[in-house]
């Protein structure tokens, strides 16, 4: 037997994050909601709506179950794999390292520095520190596992290295991007591809973030809570493979009746609703690990919260099938029902199990009993009680709203022609959510006071001791031994396996799509932005627009009714990135540009970014007055078009020398066109001066250009 | 699609590989030693 110390230190530490960025990422979250209800919440540019919802997910998802993830990691293999952590330094730069991203990001987006692609809207430093740190991770993780103890490798390690290996290959396929100058860079990719790999990343988040690192921790701590092995180990082998395998082609159904090609959206589809199998075999493996032990459930509060947490995931995972349907999403997709459906993920499966493993950990490693049971118990049923009030309200806008959308009178017209009327009917749902998720918090505040009271009665053990016999060094297979547990011996080929399972769906869902451009049918009217337009553009991305805007008219009758000839891939192929979104809290903008439906004038953009409610009453939109104020950076405008021509956006050679003329001629005619409007004739020649060097006269000419090239003269050289 | 050459192999490979990767999954977690599973799936108890 060997003696050995388990690092509960580095636990430690990543615990307190948990808790402390958790109840912080919360706040966020609700911060954002009560914009949506009072929109004079937004009260500064840095805390507007645009810029701090990313705060909110980038804290949550990063923040909040990234350290929770480590929590759990740092613990459980430890133990399983019978050794201390392969190196302390490197537990402590992942610790430190991870902290400093998180920070930089609570700095950077409010800040308005953002690639505006969603989850992965740190610009490219960051990008390259999280690599860093990651690296760092998976090189302590696979390093543990070498000089092991055990035999064999538990199978929630092998969902950690599902998600170091697969995080790490969407990150950096995600993040090719050029960097045009310190926190701002352009994605190599553009319009519909840039929006596959987007949601091929985005839709990974979620699988290989939010989920199959909380699946190790539950196949760990459930049975630790139990006190009896998992139902199925059998069961929890399909469950692994199978989830990992269709997981990663399942990202498609993110942008169903969009202008993806048609095959990779089927694709999308039918791997999605096969996702149902392992992800309900992996539910009821946690579930029936209780039978016969339903009277913890009862008197222990750690299990109940385990239990609603898997109770969601089996919710959520039921729901991602049925919203991939075509019939189902028409009426969901950008509507708030999938916010509700990433809260019953985030709120129950995330939420509950952190605060479950919380509630095991911290009184052990601090060798006392929880301080109160019953104030723990308290808060399982405000959380709980806070998740059905925030999820029901927002389900229900989300259906309002979508129905609202799709209804047409007998003669054929839209019954809801303004939008904003689909809009104010829904804030006395918003305020429920404010009051769901103010009870969540209130829940998670509770508890930070309830394990800040154990540590304080407690006496922390940094170094736990544990003995173990060394493993056998030249283990040989007893005969009858199947292959994969030879596999499951050697992290090395494990982690090859496991890449090799991941790449296969990723490969084939993008490979087409992105190597082949005749898979975007060209349009001859299509030309890139202005140099005025661009700036613009870059504002648009700065404020978060695409937070509440989509620019996607899907090819539905309800959709061209409402916003006039509906998006085509070849229109967006200058676009780097795109900026579809996925939530219409306002209308849809891609055919807000001249020309179209709307047809707006530039002094109507001008009034009404200054002040939306007077020009739309009951418009919850935040004003943008700093827009107005501010001079337009033109620093960067030379090497922003420098950059786009390296990426293939067909900018003459010499353009730049061009560039500060047109944007004058550009930004003069805005300017006049404003002033003549809300100034009569009461302007000079210094008045146009002044306004056309503006921020908004930028965000005008974008805003003006959106979907407008198809109606250009094809044979008509711009 | 048909602007892509050759691509009508892609659904084709892709069901291959699915198949291949279920069958292959099914037949082993069927054909496991089973004393390993048991004492594999009793190491979150032993501390």
């Known amino acids: 037997m060997e003696k050995f110390y388990y690092d509960n230190a580095i636990v430690r530490k990543f615990a307190l994050a948990t808790i402390m960025w958790g109840i912080t990422g919360m706040l966020v979250g609700l911060w954002a909601a009560s914009e949506l209800v009072w929109p004079g919440v937004n009260l500064t540019s840095w805390l507007s709506f645009g810029r701090i919802r990313p705060l909110h997910t980038n804290a949550v998802i990063f923040a909040f179950v990234g350290n929770g993830i480590f929590t759990g990691v740092y613990y459980s293999l430890q133990r399983l794999l019978k050794t201390r952590m392969f190196n302390d330094t490197l537990s402590n730069i992942n610790f430190w390292g991870w902290q400093l991203i998180i920070l930089a990001a609570v700095i950077t987006l409010p800040l308005g520095l953002t690639t505006s692609k969603e989850y992965a809207e740190l610009e490219w430093p960051i990008d390259i520190a999280i690599t860093l740190i990651w690296v760092v991770f998976g090189w302590n993780m696979i390093g543990t596992i070498i000089k092991r103890r055990t035999q064999h490798m538990y199978v929630a390690i092998w969902f950690y290295i599902a998600t170091f290996v697969t995080v790490a290959v969407l990150h950096i396929f995600n993040s090719v991007e050029i960097p045009v100058y310190f926190m701002k860079s352009y994605p190599w990719y553009a319009g519909v591809q840039d929006a596959l790999v987007q949601w091929w990343y985005g839709h990974n988040a979620v699988a290989f973030f939010l989920t199959t690192p909380y699946l190790g921790l539950m196949y760990y701590f459930v049975p630790k809570a139990a006190n009896r092995p998992v139902y199925s180990y059998r069961l929890s082998i399909i469950h692994f493979w199978a989830l990992i395998f269709l997981y990663i082609w399942a990202g498609p159904h993110h942008l169903l009746y969009t202008a993806l090609p048609d095959w990779a959206q089927s694709l999308g589809v039918a791997f999605s609703v096969m996702l149902i199998a392992p992800s309900w075999g992996g539910m009821l493996n946690g579930l029936l690990t209780l039978r016969g032990a339903w009277d913890r459930v009862r008197d222990g509060v750690v299990l109940k919260f385990m239990v609603v947490a898997i109770t969601a995931y089996g919710m959520s995972t039921f729901e991602g099938p049925l919203l991939s349907l075509k019939s189902v999403n028409v009426l969901a997709h950008f509507t708030d029902w999938i916010i509700a459906h990433v809260h019953i993920g985030g709120l129950g499966w995330n939420g509950m199990l952190t605060f479950g493993m919380l509630y095991w950990l911290i009184p052990r490693m601090w060798q006392t009993e929880l301080h109160s049971k019953k104030m723990a118990n308290q808060h399982f049923w405000i959380a709980t009680l806070g998740i059905l009030l925030y999820t029901i309200p927002i389900y229900w806008a989300g259906f309002v709203q979508g129905l609202m959308w799709q209804q047409f009178n007998p003669d054929g017209t839209l019954v809801n022609k303004d939008f904003l009327e689909t809009v104010t009917k829904l804030a006395p749902f918003y305020l429920m959510r404010v009051i769901g998720g103010t009870l969540y918090i209130t829940g998670a505040t509770m508890m930070a006071v309830n394990l800040y009271k154990t540590m304080s009665k407690g006496v922390f053990l940094a170094n736990e001791e544990a003995e173990a016999a060394p493993r056998v060094k030249n283990y040989t297979d007893p005969a009858s031994e199947h292959w994969h547990r030879g596999v499951e011996r050697k992290p090395g080929k494990f982690v090859v396996l496991t890449l090799i399972v991941i790449l296969i769906g990723g490969a084939i869902e993008i490979i087409p799509t992105i190597l082949i451009s005749s898979n975007i049918p060209t349009i001859s009217q299509v030309k890139p932005y202005t140099p005025l337009e661009l700036e613009g553009r870059d504002i648009y991305i700065r404020e978060g627009c695409n937070n509440c805007h989509s620019q996607m008219v899907r090819p539905l009758r309800f959709e061209t009714a409402r916003y006039g000839e509906y998006s085509k891939a070849g229109e967006f192929v200058y676009d780097h990135p795109f900026l579809w979104g996925s939530k219409r809290t306002g209308p849809d903008l891609h055919r807000e540009g001249k020309g179209n439906k709307q047809n707006r004038s530039d002094s109507w953009h001008y009034s009404h970014m200054l002040d939306p409610q007077e020009i739309s009453p009951g418009s919850i939109m935040p004003s943008y007055e700093w827009i107005i104020d501010d001079d337009l950076n033109t620093s960067h405008t030379k090497d922003k078009i420098s950059a786009m021509r390296s990426i293939g956006v067909p900018y003459p050679e010499g353009y730049e020398d061009k560039v500060f003329d047109e944007m004058g001629i550009q930004s003069a005619g805005i300017a006049e066109r404003i002033l003549e409007k809300l100034k009569d004739e009461g302007y000079d020649q210094s008045d146009i001066e002044a306004l056309q060097n503006k921020e908004i006269v930028a965000l005008i000419a974008y805003l003006q250009r959106l979907g407008s090239d198809i109606h250009n003269d094809p044979n008509e050289d711009k | ?47």
Do not use: C, H, R
Request: no cysteine; charged share 15%; hydrophobic share 50%.
């Open chain 2, 1 to 47: 699609m048909t602007s892509i050459d050759g691509i009508e192999i892609y659904p084709v490979i892709s069901l291959v590989i699915f198949f291949a990767f279920f069958i292959g999954l099914i037949y082993w977690v069927f054909t496991t030693n089973k004393a390993t599973i048991k004492e594999v799936s009793q190491y979150p108890l032993e501390d």
